[in-house]
């Protein structure tokens, strides 16, 4: 069974960092394109960044602060954001595809809060 486990938010004032997990079961992170996604409140769910198996492409938003790293050994993705900024607030997600559609099932994410 194919299963990511997110975990690593918290709450954070802005400037600070935080490195969030995906962990996978049922599958190896490094043969799939995985995608990093957030939703905040009261908006929609929106990609952050998807990893292949040539690079990572990430969101404007975040470039330059976000990065992703992957332990093939532990078969864990790592989403490391720095310089966090309040708009950043949102629970994160990781999906193994960068193009989830409407009937995808969503983990239960983590939760980033980022304040002033």
């Known amino acids: 069974q194919v299963k990511v486990v997110e975990s690593g938010g918290g709450l954070v004032q802005a400037g600070g960092s935080l490195r969030l997990s995906c962990a996978a079961s049922?599958?190896?992170?490094?043969?799939?394109?995985i995608g990093w996604f957030r939703q905040a409140p009261g908006k929609e769910r929106e990609g952050v960044t998807c990893t292949t198996s040539t690079s990572t492409a990430y969101v404007g938003a975040v470039r330059g602060r976000f990065t992703v790293s992957l332990d093939s050994a532990e078969n864990i993705m790592y989403l490391q954001m720095n310089n966090l900024r309040p708009e950043d607030t949102a629970v994160y997600f990781c999906?193994?595809?960068?193009?989830?559609?409407?009937?995808?099932?969503w983990g239960q994410g983590t939760q980033v809060t980022v304040s002033l």
């Open positions: 999906a193994p595809t960068c193009t989830p559609g409407p009937e995808f099932h």
């Open positions: 049922g599958f190896t992170l490094d043969s799939w394109n």
